[in-house]
C-alpha cells in the first residue's frame, strides 16, 4: 500500500513516508553491497491475479525474501508491501512498523499464510494507493477494523488487530493474496480512469527506455 502527503493523514501518515525513506538511507549506508531493491509488477500484468501458496517453511529463501521486500518497501515510501507485487507466490506481506502504531524504530510487521478473522465497527472511506498502480490514488471503503492471524519469521502464530490507517494497509496487502486489486473496488468511472493513467504511465516507461 502506497502512502502520500494529503490533508486527511494524520501526521503519523503523513511522516511515514518521510520516516521510511530516513531508514532505507540509513540501511544501503550500513549495507552498500547487501540490499536487494527487487521491480514492482503493475496493473494490468496478469501476474498479480496468480494464485499464491502458502509457506510450508520459514527457511533461509524466505528471509531472505522479506528482506528484500522490506527494502524494497522502504525505498518507495510504502505502507506496506506483498510478496506477489515483486512476482512471487509465496503468501506473505508486510507492514511498516509505524503504521502498524510502532515507533520510528519498530521494524515491519511480516505477516506469513495470512487470514482475516475479523473486521467490522463500520465502514470508512479512504484514500488508497499502490505500488502496483503508480501515483494512482483513489477512494476506497473499507471496513473500519480487521484483525489478522499470520506466522511470523520464527514461525510461531501471532495475531494483529486494528483500524484507520493500520487496518485498512492489513485488507489492502491481504486483498493483493487473493488477487484482489484497489481497482476492483471503486466503480465503473474510476475503473476507466485508473485505466487510462496506469496506460500513460506504461507508455511513458516505454518511451524513457527507447529514449
Same mark, same amino acid.
Request: include cysteine; proline fraction near 5%.
Given at each position: 500500500?502506497?502512502?502520500? /502527503?494529503?490533508?486527511?493523514?494524520?501526521?503519523?501518515?503523513? &511522516?511515514?513516508? &518521510?520516516?521510511?525513506?530516513? $531508514?532505507?538511507?540509513? $540501511?544501503? &549506508?550500513?549495507?552498500?553491497?547487501?540490499?536487494?531493491? @527487487?521491480?514492482? *509488477?503493475?496493473?494490468?500484468?496478469?501476474?498479480?491475479?496468480?494464485?499464491?501458496?502458502?509457506?510450508?517453511?520459514?527457511?533461509?529463501?524466505?528471509?531472505?525474501?522479506?528482506?528484500?521486500?522490506?527494502?524494497?518497501?522502504?525505498?518507495?515510501?510504502?505502507?506496506?508491501?506483498?510478496?506477489?507485487? *515483486? /512476482?512471487?507466490?509465496?503468501?506473505?506481506?508486510?507492514?511498516?512498523?509505524?503504521?502498524?502504531?510502532?515507533?520510528?524504530?519498530?521494524?515491519?510487521?511480516?505477516?506469513?499464510?495470512?487470514?482475516? *478473522?475479523?473486521?467490522?465497527?463500520?465502514?470508512?472511506? /479512504?484514500?488508497?494507493?499502490?505500488?502496483?498502480?503508480?501515483?494512482?490514488?483513489?477512494?476506497?471503503?473499507?471496513?473500519?477494523?480487521?484483525?489478522?492471524? &499470520?506466522?511470523?519469521?520464527?514461525?510461531?502464530?501471532?495475531?494483529?488487530? %486494528?483500524?484507520? @490507517?493500520?487496518?485498512?494497509?492489513?485488507? !489492502?496487502? !491481504?486483498? !493483493?493474496?487473493?488477487?484482489?486489486?484497489?481497482?476492483? @473496488?471503486? %466503480?465503473?468511472?474510476?475503473?476507466? *480512469?485508473?485505466? $487510462?493513467?496506469?496506460?500513460?504511465? !506504461?507508455?511513458?516507461?516505454?518511451?524513457?527506455?527507447?529514449?
Amino acid at each position: 500500500m502506497a502512502l502520500r /502527503g494529503s490533508p486527511w493523514q494524520t501526521p503519523v501518515e503523513s &511522516a511515514t513516508l &518521510a520516516d521510511n525513506s530516513l $531508514r532505507w538511507m540509513a $540501511r544501503r &549506508a550500513e549495507f552498500p553491497h547487501a540490499m536487494a531493491i @527487487l521491480d514492482i *509488477v503493475t496493473y494490468p500484468d496478469p501476474r498479480l491475479r496468480e494464485a499464491t501458496f502458502d509457506v510450508k517453511e520459514v527457511d533461509d529463501n524466505i528471509r531472505e525474501l522479506v528482506r528484500d521486500l522490506r527494502d524494497t518497501m522502504y525505498s518507495l515510501n510504502a505502507a506496506g508491501i506483498a510478496a506477489i507485487q *515483486v /512476482g512471487r507466490l509465496e503468501r506473505i506481506f508486510l507492514i511498516d512498523g509505524k503504521v502498524a502504531g510502532g515507533d520510528d524504530d519498530s521494524p515491519p510487521l511480516v505477516f506469513i499464510n495470512p487470514e482475516v *478473522v475479523e473486521t467490522g465497527k463500520g465502514t470508512v472511506v /479512504g484514500e488508497e494507493g499502490c505500488l502496483s498502480f503508480p501515483n494512482v490514488f483513489v477512494d476506497v471503503k473499507r471496513p473500519r477494523y480487521a484483525k489478522v492471524r &499470520a506466522m511470523n519469521l520464527e514461525g510461531q502464530m501471532f495475531e494483529a488487530e %486494528g483500524d484507520e @490507517l493500520f487496518g485498512r494497509a492489513l485488507q !489492502h496487502e !491481504h486483498d !493483493h493474496l487473493t488477487g484482489k486489486l484497489m481497482i476492483d @473496488l471503486v %466503480g465503473m468511472v474510476k475503473k476507466e *480512469v485508473i485505466k $487510462r493513467k496506469m496506460k500513460r504511465y !506504461h507508455n511513458e516507461q516505454k518511451r524513457e527506455a527507447a529514449s
